[in-house]
């Protein structure tokens, strides 16, 4: 399986942007890259996901490496909601083998200061 | 998007029984996961339960174990037999809609504790 590389911590303050690395160095060409956090005492929710170009949504923003052996989650104001772990995860796009699977790592656990 | 209700959202059980826990969806999907959180860990995949088909087993889990049943597109259910303190965990169910590499749902997840 494809793996992923995140710092276990990260500290933020309130109403600041907030960068969330991965390293994927392993990365297939048919690979998305999915993010997902995990708020206390809940079951995780889909942030963001992407292939090779930079993406946005309500929640996030995903910049991809050009080389896609890199990305980051972005956070553009962090508020004290935003406090969970972060998994960053390769999936196979064509929805089948081995990296279909959603496998969680260790993520990162963010903290938001007041 | 999909709802998932997972029942009961918490239980404390006695060493050598059984548990049951359901997951219901509010609209009909093939793929459903079920996965083990242990205290402080991530999230780690028992199995996955497609409906009209048995339950692959990951690696380190067995039906007899933990039993899965799929009856319909909405519902299923996990057991955990035989229990012991070791499977004291968070057990959380997860779907997929019937597109690839679309976002997944998880339920709020059942805090078991085996005592």
């Known amino acids: 399986d494809a793996k992923t590389t995140q710092p276990n911590s990260m500290e933020s303050n309130e109403e600041e942007p907030v960068h969330l690395p991965c390293n994927h160095s392993?990365?297939?060409?048919?690979?998305?890259i999915h993010w997902y956090r995990q708020l206390p005492s809940q079951g995780p929710e889909y942030v963001i996901h992407?292939?090779?170009s930079n993406v946005n949504n309500r929640m996030a923003s995903l910049a991809i490496a050009e080389d896609r052996k890199s990305s980051t989650l972005i956070l553009h104001r962090a508020t004290l909601r935003d406090a969970a772990v972060y998994y960053c995860?390769?999936?196979?796009?064509?929805?089948?083998?081995?990296?279909?699977?959603?496998?969680f790592g260790k993520g990162t656990l963010l903290t938001v200061n007041p | 998007s999909a709802v998932i209700s997972q029942k009961p959202s918490r239980d404390i059980c006695q060493r050598g029984t059984s548990l049951t826990i359901q997951c219901q969806v509010d609209s009909q999907v093939t793929m459903m996961f079920w996965y083990r959180q242990q205290p402080g860990q991530s999230l780690t995949l028992i199995a996955t339960?497609?409906?009209?088909?048995?339950?692959?087993?990951e690696s380190g889990f067995v039906i007899d174990k933990f039993p899965i049943s799929r009856p319909n597109l909405t519902f299923s259910t996990l057991t955990v037999s035989n229990m012991s303190p070791e499977d004291s965990s968070i057990y959380l169910c997860?779907?997929?809609?019937?597109?690839?590499?679309?976002?997944?749902?998880f339920g709020q997840g059942t805090r078991l504790t085996v005592v």
């Open positions: 995860i390769l999936r196979d796009r064509r929805g089948g083998g081995s990296n279909y699977k959603l496998t």
């Open positions: 992407g292939l090779t």
């Open positions: 392993t990365i297939s060409g048919t690979d998305y």
């Open positions: 997860s779907v997929e809609p019937d597109r690839v590499n679309t976002e997944a749902f």
């Open positions: 339960a497609n409906q009209g088909s048995e339950a692959t087993y």
